[in-house]
């Protein structure tokens, strides 16, 4: 027993995975199970020092085809944070059925010092054997998941040119029998209802808004286990994708072509070319949002976590792009303004940025750092950050989303600065790049590692605002309010010293104060409250102000210049606006549930 307490101790980490979702709720499943004997396996191999960590990384539902699972990202951030020795799998294929993603895995792995144990194939990746003989399953591995693929691929076309519809919900206005789908006339009036719409008005919004005055909801079906979908509203989207299926003219749309089918069609063959000639005919034409070079489109964000999404406008001929904040409606009732971002000087300013940052070694090492980079590796690359920026300068701007959007993981607009912060993965393999031919990221790698590096860069790219935020209503009709003549009068009075002011530019603040008929520190307290709220200097003029605020409180206070503070320091409610309804198609509110009709009717 001494001699085995000598040895280190190995903390053992086991990883188990199920394809599907099939008897998971079961108490004892194929999860259970893999974890039983991985256990029983580490539990063989103490007297090496093998210690079974507690932790459980279970992915139930997953396929091994890629690397996006919650419990394999978690067990990638604990080898990232030195809590595992080694892996231990039931069967290669639970970690992954990929050889690409297997060797990105294994670089990881090795990167860390982490053995590979798969326990029914009887090796680990701690010797060449083990690992040739790995890659070799691997290959097997993933042909199999190939051929089952190609096998449903084939099947699936097989039914299509056969004119039957392959798995699947029944579409709507159509019903499930034993030899294929069936008109279901009360969902089948609907459907000629919206094609006849959209060819008398021309337009999806008026088919949208006819959709919504009737009440049509989707129909209820059941699914395979009988639970029940559909009942709700008609959204946007349904509408749209019933005028673009081919199976309401009797086809079945296929991967590039469409085949006859079995069933019965639900308009005529001419309805359905002219819905279509007049679906193209109203296809947004360019320029489009993605037609642009504008790269940061889908990174950014604003400082009070609001998408901020590329906007186009023209006007007299011209195109004006700009990065604009989702005008989410939270934001629109605490009176919080859009923030509007030139796209040009946003890009032009990222990208200066980005360039300086590379060119800057002492925080270009500071963001390796955090990959546990050191020594002459760090050196290495960190004496390439200048040649990488000005490669970065000169690339092709058709290159620059791509290299963006895997380097950069958010960009963060406040109002005097602009937070880049950088996936520290892919600012490793930066290093590595030429500059001939496109840098693309491995999205694959990004949930296993959350290694980040921000940059902060003092800059002001937000414009003026466009919309007012002057919050004055009209008086209230309100019997019980009387105006405070203390406080009526302090107003007034801070009124007339403002006046003294601009007209004797000329007289000392003493002087003034003479003219005001009051000391000077009176006159100064004075002048501070022509800064109040223009909503809390008509609210004491109205008599609303609350019964808190009294001429001492008011004039003894040092009045701050934000408008949201004196409001918190006098007892004033926060502004908010009530939202009118807004009725476009997509964005409007839909009847209430007492108004709805449902397709069955």
């Given at each position: 027993m001494r001699e085995f307490s000598d040895q280190p101790i190995k903390r053992c980490a086991i990883y188990t995975r199920k394809s599907t979702t099939h008897l998971l709720d079961h108490e004892v499943n194929s999860l259970v199970t893999q974890r039983e004997i991985s256990s029983a396996y580490i539990k063989s191999q103490q007297y090496k020092g093998w210690v079974e960590l507690p932790q459980h990384h279970d992915d139930g539902g997953h396929s091994g085809s890629g690397l996006e699972r919650p419990a394999l990202a978690e067990l990638m951030r604990d080898i990232e944070a030195g809590k595992v020795d080694a892996v231990v799998v039931y069967k290669i294929d639970r970690l992954t059925r990929s050889l690409l993603d297997f060797v990105r895995l294994i670089e990881m792995f090795d990167r860390q010092s982490i053995t590979l144990v798969s326990i029914s194939q009887a090796f680990d990746t701690s010797d060449s054997m083990g690992r040739m003989i790995l890659n070799v399953l691997l290959t097997f591995s993933q042909f199999e998941r190939e051929l089952i693929a190609e096998r449903?691929?084939?099947?699936?076309?097989?039914?299509?040119?056969?004119?039957?519809?392959?798995?699947?919900?029944?579409?709507?206005?159509?019903?499930?029998?034993?030899?294929?789908?069936?008109?279901?006339?009360?969902?089948?009036?609907?459907?000629?209802?919206?094609?006849?719409?959209?060819?008398?008005?021309?337009?999806?919004?008026?088919?949208?808004?006819?959709?919504?005055?009737a009440g049509y909801c989707s129909s209820v079906k059941l699914s395979r286990r009988g639970v029940p979908r559909g009942g709700t509203p008609m959204s946007p989207g349904t509408v749209y994708g019933i005028l673009r299926n081919p199976i309401y003219v009797g086809q079945i749309h296929g991967h590039d072509t469409t085949y006859q089918g079995l069933h019965k069609?639900?308009?005529?063959?001419?309805?359905?070319?002219?819905?279509?000639?007049?679906?193209?005919?109203?296809?947004?034409?360019?320029?489009?949002?993605?037609?642009?070079?504008h790269f940061l489109a889908g990174l950014l964000w604003d400082d009070l976590g609001r998408h901020m999404l590329l906007d186009l406008n023209w006007q007299r001929g011209r195109t004006y792009c700009a990065y604009v904040s989702s005008n989410a409606a939270w934001s629109q009732v605490e009176y919080r303004r859009a923030y509007r971002c030139n796209a040009d000087n946003l890009d032009r300013t990222v990208l200066a940025a980005v360039c300086e940052f590379l060119g800057d070694r002492g925080k270009l090492r500071g963001a390796l750092k955090g990959l546990g980079l050191f020594g002459n590796e760090l050196d290495q690359l960190a004496a390439?950050?200048?040649?990488?920026?000005?490669?970065?300068?000169?690339?092709?701007?058709?290159?620059?989303?791509?290299?963006?959007?895997?380097?950069?993981?958010?960009?963060?607009?406040?109002?005097?600065?602009?937070?880049?912060?950088?996936?520290?993965?892919?600012?490793?393999?930066?290093?590595?790049?030429?500059?001939?031919?496109?840098?693309?990221?491995?999205?694959?790698?990004?949930?296993?590692?959350?290694?980040?590096?921000?940059?902060?860069?003092?800059?002001?790219?937000?414009?003026?605002?466009r919309w007012p935020s002057l919050h004055i209503r009209p008086r209230p009709d309100a019997p019980g309010a009387l105006p405070d003549p203390k406080l009526v009068d302090l107003i007034r009075a801070a009124r007339k010293a403002q006046i003294l002011v601009d007209e004797h530019r000329d007289l000392s603040?003493?002087?003034?104060?003479?003219?005001?008929?009051?000391?000077?520190?009176?006159?100064?307290?004075?002048?501070?409250?022509?800064?109040?709220?223009?909503?809390?200097?008509?609210?004491?003029?109205?008599?609303?102000?609350?019964?808190?605020?009294?001429?001492?409180?008011?004039?003894?206070?040092?009045?701050?210049?934000?408008?949201?503070?004196q409001r918190k320091l006098f007892g004033f409610p926060a502004q908010e606006r009530a939202l009118a309804p807004r009725t476009l198609y997509g964005r409007g509110l839909w009847p209430s549930s007492a108004g709805r009709r449902p397709a069955s009717e």
């Open positions: 449903v691929r084939d099947s699936i076309r097989t039914r299509k040119r056969h004119g039957r519809i392959h798995g699947g919900l029944p579409p709507f206005g159509y019903i499930a029998g034993t030899d294929g789908i069936h008109i279901d006339e009360a969902e089948a009036a609907i459907v000629r209802f919206i094609f006849t719409e959209f060819l008398r008005t021309r337009r999806y919004t008026a088919v949208m808004r006819a959709v919504r005055e069609p639900l308009i005529s063959e001419a309805t359905w070319v002219a819905a279509q000639a007049l679906s193209e005919k109203r296809k947004k034409r360019s320029p489009h949002a993605k037609a642009t070079h390439r950050g200048k040649v990488l920026s000005t490669t970065l300068e000169d690339i092709r701007p058709e290159w620059r989303a791509d290299l963006f959007r895997a380097l950069v993981h958010r960009i963060e607009i406040a109002e005097e600065v602009v937070s880049v912060t950088f996936r520290s993965l892919e600012l490793r393999r930066l290093m590595a790049w030429d500059g001939k031919t496109a840098f693309r990221g491995r999205a694959a790698d990004w949930p296993c590692s959350d290694a980040c590096y921000v940059l902060d860069v003092d800059v002001r790219v937000i414009t003026a605002e603040i003493e002087a003034l104060a003479k003219k005001q008929g009051c000391r000077p520190t009176h006159f100064a307290r004075l002048i501070r409250l022509n800064y109040l709220a223009p909503d809390i200097a008509t609210s004491i003029l109205d008599g609303t102000q609350p019964t808190s605020l009294d001429r001492k409180t008011l004039l003894d206070s040092n009045v701050p210049t934000s408008w949201s503070v």
